[in-house]
């Protein structure tokens, strides 16, 4: 039985899995994220060992972003134009390789989530567009398109879309350095902190900062029903598991699009539509697991 | 020499093409749409010769919509919710295909145009994702991306986007007759039309609808290079026609995006990352000969 690595590669930690499937879990570590030679060394020291038993097939990790996933380019796998102090230019793909002399699949967080959600319910194996949103102290959106993550210039931003922004009801400027009130700007956990003035997470039920969360969410939503024409969307990240936002988003959505699209999964099957990951908080993980395992089919494949 | 054809089927007029290539073209025909028995008559009236001969190999069709492109669907290659008289559920595809008796390739107007202008333009080959937006009457984005059309529940429809709308600036509530001041609603023709109560072609340059036409127009350019972070955009329909609109759109579009993308194209190169269609106002029926080309090959390569 061969195994295979997650790493999910976060600003603030680093997760990384040994194991062949969400059930078959062999080693787990968590630590937080130091500069990348320290945080890479880590990483390293806790696969090395199944590396060269020659237990570990390949390994697939999940990073935060701005990543450069272009294999033809010379800096392909490279953590590029973060703010993050240090982690500018960072080959984090070609280190993890060169030390562990396995395959190394590498996406974003939530290309991988994406991926991860799809590749282990298998309800959602024949879904595409699939598509992950994530809202915590960032928001990203991952996509599965014409059976493959989606890459492109760089990769998906549509966290950062610009939104209707009522500025009478909503007089808050957004935290977005670059856009100020973009989705991120306006719905992200830190937006939700500073508008408000506290911990979002002391905020209660009938607060009307989850009305209007749940309304940015949801136009978020619709821009995306509207670009992908997913099967199905996966909402994660912290600030959704706030009790019963996943309905009030639902049913914004369905008010925003009016009718417009005339597609059962819309107008009566949203429940079903626009849903919490399987997987939990560690759809990133795993699916940087489900990469692994495609990485090392493809390498079989091509040798 | 085999030979392919065409359709352009809008909702106001049909064009026919008989031919193999931009340059290579034999037939061509036009005429107003009129009701789907009338018109899909005269649609085989044009082929059936070049068919019966056993010269077509293929058509392709790129329709108005919205359509069923779903393969696995009972009503595959229909036309489906169109407010469009008379026009509800007609089997466009299947009663051209069963007339002609040879394979027909089916798509949205907008994707068989992006598919065109990829397919016609040896240096958008490569380009993937590739994107075709049109902003005419009506505002419609076609997306090629990991090597296909983009189809999912529906098709894309980010010509109904949720952008910011200033209502002081603008307080044009917008045309839509499902969302009002969306990006339909806001930049179309139609919209242009009402708001300023003259025909959009003769309003003068120095008129304040043009900055504002750019601006909705690169407010959905940025969301659409967030979605699908797009190697090329093609901008065409009438509006952008409008001198000058092009470049005020890409600078717009630098604007807003504010260094975010941190990408040559678009900090650098925009001029050739935002750019005027190829084949001018035929990339929806060029891309309908190349979509048969290409049915034509995959039928060989499935028998």
Chains 1, 2 share one sequence.
């Not at 909503?170 to 989705?183: E, K, M, N, S, T």
């Not at 969410?217 to 996966?234: C, F, G, M, T």
Request: contains cysteine.
């Amino acid at each position: 039985m061969k195994l295979f690595g997650g790493i999910e590669a976060g600003g603030t930690k680093f997760v990384c899995l040994v194991g062949s499937a969400p059930d078959k879990l062999v080693e787990e570590k968590r630590f937080p994220t130091m500069d990348p030679d320290e945080t890479i060394a880590k990483v390293i020291e806790f696969f090395a060992p199944y590396a060269k038993k020659g237990e570990l097939a390949a390994v697939g990790i999940a990073s935060f972003g701005p990543l450069d996933l272009n294999r033809a380019s010379q800096t392909y796998g490279y953590i590029t134009t973060t703010p993050k102090p240090g982690w500018k230019q960072v080959d984090l793909c070609g280190r993890v390789k060169r030390a562990l002399k396995i395959p190394v699949a590498f996406d974003t967080d939530v290309n991988a989530a994406a991926y991860g959600e799809q590749y282990w319910t298998p309800e959602n194996h024949a879904l595409d567009p699939f598509l992950y949103m994530t809202v915590g102290t960032g928001i990203g959106v991952g996509v599965i398109v014409n059976g493959l993550p989606l890459h492109g210039l760089i990769h998906t931003e549509a966290g950062h879309f610009a939104l209707p922004h009522d500025w009478q009801r909503d007089p808050f400027p957004g935290v977005c350095p670059y856009h100020g009130d973009c989705l991120e700007g306006l719905a992200s956990g830190p937006s939700l902190n500073k508008r408000w003035n506290q911990d979002a997470k002391t905020l209660p039920d009938e607060h009307p900062a989850w009305d209007l969360e749940a309304e940015y969410i949801a136009l978020a939503l619709v821009n995306l029903i509207y670009a992908y024409s997913p099967l199905r969307i996966v909402l994660g990240g912290g600030v959704p598991q706030h009790a019963g936002l996943h309905q009030m988003v639902r049913r914004k959505v369905q008010k925003f699009i009016n009718g417009y699209v005339q597609s059962p999964m819309v107008l009566d099957n949203i429940d079903t539509y626009i849903v919490p990951p399987t997987l939990g908080n560690r759809s990133g993980v795993l699916g940087a697991i489900a990469m692994a395992i495609t990485e090392h089919r493809l390498t079989l494949f091509n040798r």
